[in-house]
């Protein structure tokens, strides 16, 4: 069972793991790549658990992505990339 | 306001245990690994700063705030949290320097950002700033508490820091919010709201005496003096989102609230546990085998339930991670035979269980506390063996008989348990392993 649904704009982009994150319950992040969305994929998975949840997002949107490398206008707009010291 | 400054006993009377995910150090054992078992920590520098008066535990990090104001924290920092001026982990509690010439009497931990509230009302931030969640009019994270300039001219009170949001409350009534507003938190505005990065006045409240604030996940509450709940944010139990805070059922009397990501738990003046929501992804509890305490007429918002399995037990402290809860009750003997009687099967039920504490708090003046983040659990023991014995020290003993507290912790997920059986072995179950003692 899915714990959760979650739009991609409310994911946020990581720059160090390259994948987009949702906060899970036990203190770790969801995490999918652009490379699963790309391939339909809509489950994003929890490391430290079992937990997941669906994605919810336009695999077009990705898709087109990909062929134009427009990668800019796809992720959050409000978000800034986590930085790591 | 919380429980600052409450406690002032020597250290040594002082004992704390910490258990569930601590994968980020979050746990203050020194290690980056989960503890199915409450752990006895030791922490000698920390005591160097007096007692812990209270603690805040967010999404993998802790606050401890002590007797004479000073703030520690550990876990995950990578967004800044820790406020250590980088951006690393921490295994150990470390002092926030950049508060060291402040007396703090108040903090909060969100799930990646932190707030803490001077003795002369100034507001500090640090942490993830990416919703705005940190009020300092911009979606920077930053790694040292920044005082919230907002708030000049004002006293506040306290901070609640929610998983994207904040809450202020000023000395008088006024509460704002601040960070992300799409499920409502903020309660700031009629029409959606992606996020804010300066505090705005929560509205609904301007009449309304509030004495404390919550925020967990994407939810929000208030208590007013006379004991009203209002809520506001993402639906428990699947109801619609508020945009506004909503009083909770006129008729009751609140003393504390502890929000989770899809719970809620009451307190009220009667000592009497109640829960909202719970049952969203039908794992936290059987809200058919709860007794519904009442429904509001307006059937779209969820319903107050009592938590089974409790019978009557009168509960002095709550506390609410994610998905998981932590109380304290009174009582003085019986609880944990009476809370084996669910034991032993993974049915869909809720049943609060009893951790045991080792050294065993039974038959010993104590107070304790529980407190708990998102995947984990700290508990603080005071004993206030001293303070009896210099007022009656002829009755010590049958006092202590009388008011002995035990910990228990409500297991929140029975069901998921069966359903996520990877879960039971890194986090949940480490805490019911924990109850079966
Ligand atoms: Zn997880």
Known sequence: MSYDNVEIEDMEWNEELQAFTYPCPCGDFFQITKDDLQLGEEIARCPSCSLYITVVYNQEDFLRDKDKSKKKDLEPAKQLPISVA | MEEAKRDEEEPKQQQIWSWGAGTEGQLGTGKLEDEYLPQLLHLPFLYSAGSISTLACGGAHAIALTSVGKVFTWGRGTTGQLGHREMLNSLHPKPVSSLQSYVITHVSAGWSHSGFVSEIGLLFTCGDGSFGQLGLGDYRSQSTPVKVDYFANNFVNQIACGMRHSLVMLKGNQVYGFGSGKRGQLGISRDKIKSVNLPQVTCGLEDVQIVSISANGDHSAAISADGHLYTWGRGFAGAADANFPQLSLSSLRCTKAALGWNHGLLLTGDEEVLMLGGNYHGGLCD???????????????????????????????????????????????????????????????????????????????????????????????????????????????????????????????????????????????????????
């Not at chain 2, 005071?382 to 010590?396: G, K, T």
């Not at chain 2, 409500?410 to 069966?418: M, Q, R």
């Not at chain 2, 359903?419 to 805490?431: A, E, S, T």
């Open chain 2, 287 to 437: 809200l058919e085998k709860m007794s519904a305490v009442k429904h509001r007429s307006d059937s779209s918002r969820a319903t107050l339930n009592e938590v089974i399995g409790l019978d009557g037990v009168k509960v002095v402290k709550i506390a609410a991670g994610a998905e998981h809860s932590a109380l304290v009750t009174g009582r003085t003997w019986g609880w944990g035979e009476h809370g084996q009687l669910g034991l032993g099967n993974t049915n869909d039920q809720t049943i609060p269980q009893t951790v045991s504490l080792s050294p065993d708090i039974q038959n010993k003046e104590a107070s304790l506390n529980v407190y708990c983040g998102s995947g984990f659990t700290f508990a603080i023991r005071c004993s206030r063996e001293q303070i009896y014995e210099s007022i009656n020290p002829e009755n010590r003993t049958m006092k202590s008989r009388n008011v002995s507290y035990k910990c228990s912790a409500v297991v929140s997920h029975v069901k998921l348990l069966s359903l996520f059986p990877h879960l039971q072995r890194n986090v949940w179950f480490g805490i019911l392993k924990a109850s079966y003692q």
